[in-house]
């Protein structure tokens, strides 16, 4: 992918796979414009490194059109849009609705605003590029984590619906991913027991996702595709 003048933005980034990601386009001499939710560590780093660091919430449509108004008073174009921003809530018994809504926010509403506002500014980079990162389990649903499932599969069919839509000035494509990185906290019995569910068995580390990112962007004849990354998860 040859370096462009536009920034690429990457939600989410403060720590594991969208930090990863954000350091390795840096390292490759890109401009980077990264968000977060909560100050950590990592967003210090990067800002060290130069990349713009931009606070947000994607919990509320109000946070949602803040920041994407606060982007455009940074930049007036992007290379591309990574939307990587996540959140994993609990569906406790009596929140279920509240725990949907904001899961829809981040994984739908977000995405789906901030490429109808930002259309404008990935129109002014040639290539341009969209990328969700979606989550395996959509592939297959979750009995423990509905909400959660159905919010990415949600984002699943953005992936569709935009590429046609931006088609062809701006490839839309998503990830799909399985079990990268372990948290530090996950404890022997849970690792053994989650790797003997890919066909791989191992856990790769964030590279794959930025390989697979690298692909997307470098492409120029893939779009309205969800790349998926799971170790061989659909053999088992």
Request: charged share 20%; aromatic share 6%; hydrophobic share 45%.
């Amino acid at each position: 992918m040859s370096v462009s003048a536009a920034p690429i933005l990457i939600t989410g980034a403060s720590q594991r796979i969208g930090l990863y990601c954000a350091e390795r386009l840096l390292d490759d001499g890109h401009a980077v414009i990264v968000s977060y939710r909560s100050e950590r560590e990592g967003i210090a780093a990067l800002r060290q490194r130069g990349a713009l660091a931009l606070q947000a919430d994607f919990a509320s449509e109000a946070g949602i059109l803040a920041f994407i108004e606060q982007l455009k008073n940074h930049t007036d174009s992007l290379r591309a849009i990574v939307h990587n921003a996540s959140d994993w809530l609990v569906e406790a018994p009596g929140e279920e609705a509240a725990a949907f809504q904001q899961l829809f926010s981040v994984h739908m509403l977000a995405p789906y605003l901030i490429n109808l506002h930002c259309q404008a500014l990935l129109a002014r980079s040639t290539p341009a590029d969209i990328v969700h990162i979606s989550d395996d389990v959509a592939r297959k649903g979750s009995a423990n984590r509905p909400a959660y499932c159905a919010s990415k599969a949600g984002l699943d069919s953005l992936t569709l619906s935009f590429a046609a839509r931006f088609a062809p000035q701006i490839k839309v494509n998503g990830i799909a991913p399985a079990l990268i990185l372990f948290n530090p906290n996950d404890d022997a019995d849970y690792r053994s027991k989650t790797l003997n569910k890919s066909a791989l068995g191992i856990e790769p580390g964030p590279l794959v996702i930025y390989q697979s990112l690298r692909y997307l962007l470098d492409n120029p004849y893939v779009t309205g595709t969800t790349l998926t990354v799971n170790g061989g998860r659909h053999l088992k």
